[in-house]
């Protein structure tokens, strides 16, 4: 059987279910059409999903094409859940990219193309609404072009461009009927072949130009553009016949090794995990023991064995039950407890895309409206976070308070709904504040001798501190011989160095440092590794306060296209909140500004702009790094006992408060 994966992408509200909605009706998957403002689509599961008319989760559903099977994954349009959007794109063969003729191309529109691009994922544009008033064509093509992909080709022109009676008519492969459209294929195509063929005036059939046309398409160099309405189903069935002959069909034996990767996990009522599982090579069986690989933080591979309990299988619409799933398919596996999202199911494949996922930069603290259900709120929390593995979920076990990181204020208010309607847990939140980091400014040393008066533990440790490279994050070393001191102990001073580290001068993590253990110390055979954990935070501490350390905040990359009436406004608007940008340039209607802003006032910023460029403004940011901050630094709370306060800290870890 063969089987295409394909994902549907878009900006908020380009209309990216309702074509899942269409497609599904016209496949006879369903008998009728569910509406996003209604609620009752047939992909939109979560209730706020279906509140607030977006799309939240990513979810499957499947459908035929004569003897193709399509498995469909419809994601998420924000830019809070774009984290979501990567790991759907990680497991596909091609993508439709939605554009809404009336809104046209869109901030999040040229962050999903990029990524598109980025991984070589066959693409079919699909330009929707062109039924409404204030939809364009022409100039549309001339934007994508410009600020998507230069590499296209219009399929359709749209006669009765903005009204109810909007319709699409099929461009001619053929000198003779189209000569225009004729040579701009030869254009587009970009082929040795066909050009030479055309400049010494041989016959070019269309069989020729269509052939090439659909390898480009595979391969992911030339991306057809389609029109339609998913409201009223033109231009959708030529749109599934693309998908049908114009994408790669899944590839990967039934012969060959397992290899799998987890890309969703549900639970059902009862907490049973349900994992899915993208099959790239191999077969999954029911009641076997495969293997389960998962990177750590450290990245080193963890690996071990369940036993599948029970598959399912997409079967138009709905999932049915399988004794097995083989190579190219997606499936439901129950039985594997200990699962997360990213897992490997089986060996590793080259087909498998590794994509690193950008970890949140924003901070807030959640407490429970009833105190007594903070305990029920954690273990909520942290079963959220399997299912959502950026989720971040930090537990300060000395204030007794809990604190997630996330993207943006959306994903605040889905966490806020599936804690109270899934897990009857009602919450409120901090502020939400940006994560910053700590870099040692210079070289500090400090060193704690057993015996002496003012160390009360059996053991003696020196460390020196230093900043490292850029990027280099925190990195241990030793200064002393390895057999200086028993192993167990060596590990408990390694591993209480990068805890403390989680807690710079000002509360936050420390990175691009080298810490060097320099001295070492013990009496047996009463020293035991607790000492060196009590021990370790104050020595090193102190060599930090000696270094001393600067406070960075995250940083955006931006670019902005504005109308030129708002340029001016624009450039006093980033200049107030401390961006740093290029001269502006303008191309055909629009300036575009491109430089670095702080993250903190970047929402803001995105807020605002619909209002002073009359919705004409596009605004992409992405994590940039981190900068210095000079005055005025947030300082984090700290979570400990506090070794930069020598006699609280004894007080309390000898116990005598």
Request: aromatic share 8%; glycine share 6%.
């Given at each position: 059987?063969?089987?295409?994966?394909?994902?549907?992408?878009?900006?908020?509200?380009?209309?990216?279910?309702?074509?899942?909605?269409?497609?599904?009706?016209?496949?006879?998957?369903?008998?009728?059409?569910?509406?996003?403002?209604?609620?009752?689509?047939?992909?939109?599961?979560?209730?706020?999903?279906?509140?607030?008319?977006?799309?939240?989760?990513?979810?499957?559903?499947?459908?035929?094409?004569?003897?193709?099977?399509?498995?469909?994954?419809?994601?998420?349009?924000?830019?809070?859940?774009?984290?979501?959007?990567?790991?759907?794109?990680?497991?596909?063969?091609?993508?439709?990219?939605?554009?809404?003729?009336?809104?046209?191309?869109?901030?999040?529109?040229?962050?999903?193309?990029?990524?598109?691009?980025?991984?070589?994922?066959?693409?079919?544009?699909?330009?929707?609404?062109?039924?409404?008033?204030?939809?364009?064509?022409?100039?549309?093509?001339?934007?994508?072009?410009?600020?998507?992909?230069?590499?296209?080709?219009?399929?359709?022109?749209?006669?009765?461009?903005?009204?109810?009676?909007?319709?699409?008519?099929?461009?001619?492969?053929?000198?003779?009927?189209?000569?225009?459209?004729?040579?701009?294929?030869?254009?587009?195509?970009?082929?040795?072949?066909?050009?030479?063929?055309?400049?010494?005036?041989?016959?070019?059939?269309?069989?020729?130009?269509?052939?090439?046309?659909?390898?480009?398409?595979?391969?992911?160099?030339?991306?057809?553009?389609?029109?339609?309405?998913?409201?009223?189903?033109?231009?959708?069935?030529?749109?599934?016949?693309?998908?049908?002959?114009?994408?790669?069909?899944?590839?990967?034996?039934e012969k060959e090794s397992l290899s799998g990767t987890v890309f969703k996990i549900e639970r059902?009522?009862?907490?049973?995990?349900?994992?899915?599982?993208?099959?790239?090579?191999?077969?999954?069986?029911?009641?076997?023991?495969?293997?389960?690989?998962?990177?750590?933080?450290?990245?080193?591979?963890?690996?071990?064995?369940?036993?599948?309990?029970?598959?399912?299988?997409?079967?138009?619409?709905?999932?049915?039950?399988?004794?097995?799933?083989?190579?190219?398919?997606?499936?439901?596996?129950?039985?594997?407890?200990?699962?997360?999202?990213?897992?490997?199911?089986?060996?590793?494949?080259?087909?498998?895309?590794?994509?690193?996922?950008?970890?949140?930069?924003?901070?807030?603290?959640?407490?429970?409206?009833?105190?007594?259900?903070?305990?029920?709120?954690?273990?909520?929390?942290?079963?959220?976070?399997?299912?959502?593995?950026?989720?971040?979920?930090?537990?300060?076990?000395?204030?007794?308070?809990?604190?997630?990181?996330?993207?943006?204020?959306?994903?605040?208010?889905?966490?806020?709904?599936?804690?109270?309607?899934?897990?009857?847990?009602?919450?409120?939140?901090?502020?939400?504040?940006?994560?910053?980091?700590?870099?040692?400014?210079?070289?500090?040393?400090?060193?704690?001798?057993?015996?002496?008066?003012?160390?009360?533990?059996?053991?003696?440790?020196?460390?020196?501190?230093?900043?490292?490279?850029?990027?280099?994050?925190?990195?241990?070393?030793?200064?002393?011989?390895?057999?200086?001191?028993?192993?167990?102990?060596?590990?408990?001073?390694?591993?209480?160095?990068?805890?403390?580290?989680?807690?710079?001068?000002?509360?936050?993590?420390?990175?691009?440092?080298?810490?060097?253990?320099?001295?070492?110390?013990?009496?047996?055979?009463?020293?035991?590794?607790?000492?060196?954990?009590?021990?370790?935070?104050?020595?090193?501490?102190?060599?930090?306060?000696?270094?001393?350390?600067?406070?960075?905040?995250?940083?955006?990359?931006?670019?902005?296209?504005?109308?030129?009436?708002?340029?001016?406004?624009?450039?006093?608007?980033?200049?107030?909140?401390?961006?740093?940008?290029?001269?502006?340039?303008?191309?055909?209607?629009?300036?575009?500004?491109?430089?670095?802003?702080?993250?903190?006032?970047?929402?803001?910023?995105?807020?605002?702009?619909?209002?002073?460029?009359?919705?004409?403004?596009?605004?992409?940011?992405?994590?940039?790094?981190?900068?210095?901050?000079?005055?005025?630094?947030?300082?984090?709370?700290?979570?400990?006992?506090?070794?930069?306060?020598?006699?609280?800290?004894?007080?309390?870890?000898?116990?005598?408060?």
């Open positions: 059987m063969k089987i295409i994966n394909i994902g549907i992408v878009a900006h908020v509200d380009a209309g990216k279910t309702s074509l899942t909605e269409r497609i599904l009706f016209e496949t006879a998957v369903i008998d009728t059409i569910g509406k996003v403002d209604h609620g009752n689509t047939q992909t939109d599961s979560m209730e706020l999903e279906r509140r607030r008319g977006i799309t939240i989760k990513a979810s499957v559903v499947s459908f035929f094409l004569k003897d193709v099977k399509i498995n469909l994954i419809d994601t998420p349009g924000h830019a809070d859940f774009i984290a979501e959007v990567e790991r759907s794109l990680s497991v596909l063969d091609g993508a439709i990219l939605v554009i809404s003729a009336v809104e046209g191309i869109q901030a999040q529109t040229k962050i999903l193309m990029s990524i598109l691009k980025k991984l070589r994922i066959p693409t079919l544009i699909f330009i929707n609404k062109i039924d409404r008033m204030g939809a364009k064509s022409t100039r549309l093509i001339e934007n994508i072009k410009e600020k998507l992909i230069e590499n296209i080709i219009p399929l359709y022109t749209v006669e009765k461009l903005g009204t109810k009676e909007a319709e699409i008519v099929q461009k001619q492969f053929n000198a003779e009927s189209d000569p225009y459209f004729f040579e701009e294929s030869l254009l587009a195509l970009n082929d040795d072949s066909l050009l030479e063929a055309y400049v010494n005036e041989r016959k070019i059939t269309e069989e020729q130009i269509k052939a090439i046309m659909i390898n480009q398409i595979k391969e992911g160099k030339l991306c057809p553009v389609y029109f339609g309405s998913a409201m009223t189903g033109i231009g959708v069935r030529e749109l599934l016949n693309g998908v049908e002959t114009m994408l790669p069909v899944s590839h990967g034996l059902e009522a009862s907490g049973e995990k349900i994992a899915y599982i993208r099959v790239f090579s191999g077969t999954i069986h029911v009641r076997e023991y495969v293997k389960i690989n998962r990177k750590s933080i450290e990245k080193t591979i963890n690996t071990h064995t369940e036993k599948i309990k029970k598959i399912h299988q997409f079967y138009n619409g709905s999932s049915v039950i399988s004794p097995k799933v083989i190579a190219g398919d997606f499936c439901k596996v129950w039985g594997l407890k200990d699962i997360k999202i990213g897992d490997l199911v089986g060996e590793w494949s080259a087909k498998i895309m590794n994509i690193p996922f950008a970890a949140p930069q924003l901070e807030t603290q959640i407490k429970p409206v009833q105190k007594e259900k903070t305990h029920d709120l954690y273990q909520a929390l942290m079963e959220m976070s399997e299912e959502d593995p950026l989720i971040h979920v930090l537990k300060d076990d000395f204030h007794h308070d809990l604190f997630i990181r996330i993207f943006g204020e959306v994903q605040k208010e889905v966490i806020h709904s599936v804690l109270k309607e899934k897990y009857h847990v009602d919450v409120t939140f901090s502020e939400t504040r940006v994560i910053c980091i700590e870099k040692p400014k210079g070289i500090g040393q400090a060193l704690e001798r057993m015996g002496e008066a003012d160390n009360p533990f059996y053991g003696t440790v020196g460390f020196r501190v230093e900043p490292s490279e850029f990027g280099s994050g925190k990195t241990y070393k030793l200064g002393v011989e390895l057999g200086s001191l028993p192993l167990a102990f060596h590990k408990a001073i390694e591993e209480t160095v990068f805890d403390v580290l989680k807690q710079g001068l000002f509360g936050w993590e420390v990175e691009d440092i080298v810490v060097t253990l320099t001295h070492t110390g013990y009496a047996s055979p009463v020293t035991t590794a607790s000492d060196f954990r009590k021990l370790v935070p104050l020595v090193l501490m102190e060599a930090l306060v000696k270094a001393g350390t600067d406070v960075y905040e995250p940083m955006n990359k931006f670019e902005l296209s504005v109308p030129a009436n708002s340029i001016s406004q624009a450039m006093f608007k980033l200049s107030a909140i401390q961006a740093e940008f290029t001269e502006p340039f303008f191309r055909r209607d629009s300036y575009i500004l491109k430089g670095t802003l702080p993250m903190a006032v970047t929402e803001k910023f995105k807020r605002n702009l619909y209002s002073f460029t009359e919705g004409e403004g596009i605004f992409i940011a992405k994590p940039y790094g981190y900068k210095k901050m000079v005055s005025d630094f947030p300082v984090r709370k700290r979570v400990d006992f506090n070794p930069l306060n020598r006699k609280d800290y004894l007080l309390h870890v000898m116990k005598t408060y």
